[in-house]
């Protein structure tokens, strides 16, 4: 039996992140994975898709380098070697990850992780046959792909987004079940190789859970370059016929493609994880600092439910264990940036206009459009624009948009903002660098204060 302090249940952003702040803090740390350091996000996820994504932007710069004044043959790009570039990252990634919690001092298990109580941990399968006792736990088991009801995916043809980096070329035609992000950025990936992409999509607009100004742009680019796009669109079943995937919608219409994406979303990963044992059934019921009903367990990460991003992970993990140290920062859903990478990219962060009326707040939004901003211009990067929301009474900004630019990488700009309810006058006059992108978002700012 070996003793710690605080034992992690999973090795992803989650629990990596718990393991080094802990070990850090000089606590005991002992962390169980029962597959790959890394979890989703290394392996099948974020990064995997960044990989992609970034050859897919460096391909399209090379079409378009007449554009930037020098003419070149850009040869036919081949999937399979973007491909191997994304293990060679993901490899990178991954050591990393065993170095980091090496030299932290954090102590690694190999094998499946089962509770036998509220201290207690089985080492169930695996290299280590152990048990562990612990003071603290942490829940980091991150999520599986949610299942369509009465599909049964076969890995082959029809696939699930954990058997996406296994694709090595690219099929003739694809449909997406599901309008989300996954979905939405793997479907304009596949776009650029000439794959026949359709999404479905049961709500009437793709990214249903982000600002619906998002989903409505996507569509029209989507469009554009000749993804089919059906919303409000439900799918009765689906089988694999001839070696095809064969769809039947709600409305009776039969679809048939080479391949079929299964995108509902992701559930959390709880089996076989012994919440029996401390009275559980689930791990829905943390409170905001990520503690379980049983006072010294927490759950963070996919786990937990709440929002299924390895940001919202990371910042998990970070408030778990300064709470279990005495140090309350409680973890702040509402400011948690919610990122698309596609072409052009999406990140939305705090309330949309709707959500904020049904608080009873007064919102007002201005926007400014990328194609009057000089850095955009001088890029070549014109689609798009910045939405920004603030509340009349208070003046301050609750939320934001960004489509196109470098969203992903602004939207902290305005999530620090909103997090620390910036006044929309005090916003305007933060001085932000000459040519950027985020000028934009001062431009919009300038316009929402015309309006208070
Ligand atoms: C295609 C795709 C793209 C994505 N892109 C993004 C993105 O761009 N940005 C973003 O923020 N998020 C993205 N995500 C989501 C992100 O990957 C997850 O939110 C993140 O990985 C969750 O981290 P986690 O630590 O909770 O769980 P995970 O990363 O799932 O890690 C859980 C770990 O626990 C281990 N484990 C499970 N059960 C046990 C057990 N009983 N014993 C021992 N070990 C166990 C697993 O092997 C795994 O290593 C994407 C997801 C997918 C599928």
């Not at 973007?82 to 293990?87: D, P, W």
């Not at 992000?181 to 249903?208: H, N, Q, W």
Request: net charge neutral; aromatic share 6%.
């Amino acid at each position: 039996m070996k003793r710690y302090d605080l034992v992690i249940i999973g090795g992803g952003p989650a629990g990596y992140t718990a393991a080094m702040a802990a070990a850090q803090a000089n606590m005991r740390v002992g962390l169980v994975e029962n597959e790959r350091l890394g979890g989703v996000c290394i392996h099948k996820g974020c990064i995997p898709t960044k990989s992609l994504v970034a050859s897919c932007r460096f391909m399209r710069g090379l079409q378009h380098a007449e554009d930037f004044g020098m003419p070149l043959q850009v040869p036919d790009p081949v999937f399979a070697t973007l491909v191997n570039r994304q293990k060679r990252v993901v490899g990178k990634l991954w050591e990393q990850y065993r170095v980091d919690l090496d030299h932290a001092g954090v102590m690694l298990h190999r094998g499946f992780a089962q509770l036998t109580g509220p201290n207690q941990i089985k080492i169930a399968a695996g290299y280590d046959d152990d048990n562990l006792e612990a003071d603290h736990i942490i829940l980091a088991t991150g999520s599986v792909p949610g299942e369509v009801p009465g599909v049964k995916p076969d890995g082959k043809i029809l696939l699930t987004t954990d058997h996406l980096v296994q694709m090595t070329t690219v099929p003739k035609s694809m449909i997406m079940l599901g309008g989300g992000y996954v979905a939405c950025t793997y479907g304009s990936i596949l776009r650029m190789f000439g794959c026949e992409v359709t999404i479905i999509e049961k709500s009437d607009r793709l990214l249903p859970s982000y600002d619906p100004e998002a989903g409505q742009f996507i569509q029209k680019q989507f469009e554009r370059k000749g993804l089919k796009v059906l919303l409000s669109t439900t799918v009765a079943s689906a089988s694999v016929e001839n070696n095809q995937a064969c769809l039947t919608l709600d409305s009776g219409e039969k679809l048939i493609s080479e391949r079929a994406l299964l995108a509902p979303g992701r559930v959390p990963n709880i089996s076989n994880l012994g919440l029996e044992s401390i009275g559980l059934s689930d791990t829905s019921a943390v409170n905001e600092f990520m503690q379980l009903p049983v006072e010294n367990i927490y759950a963070t990460g996919d786990i937990s439910g709440i929002s299924m991003l390895a940001h919202s992970a990371i910042a998990q993990a970070r408030t778990a264990v300064y709470h279990l140290q005495g140090r309350p920062a409680p973890y702040r859903h509402e400011f948690t940036p919610k990122c698309v990478y596609t072409s052009p990219e999406i990140a939305h962060v705090g309330l949309t206009a709707e959500e904020a009326r049904s608080r009873g707040l007064q919102p007002l939004t201005a926007s400014f459009p990328f194609s009057a901003v000089g850095r955009a211009v001088a890029m070549g990067e014109l689609d798009g624009l910045v939405t920004l929301t603030a509340d009349a009474k208070s003046h301050q900004l609750i939320g934001g948009l960004i489509i196109g630019g470098q969203a992903a990488e602004m939207i902290s700009l305005i999530t620090l903002a909103t997090q620390r309810r910036v006044p929309v006058e005090e916003f305007c006059h933060t001085i932000i660098p000459h040519p950027t992108f985020c000028e934009a978002i001062q431009e919009a700012a300038w316009k929402l204060k015309a309006q208070l």
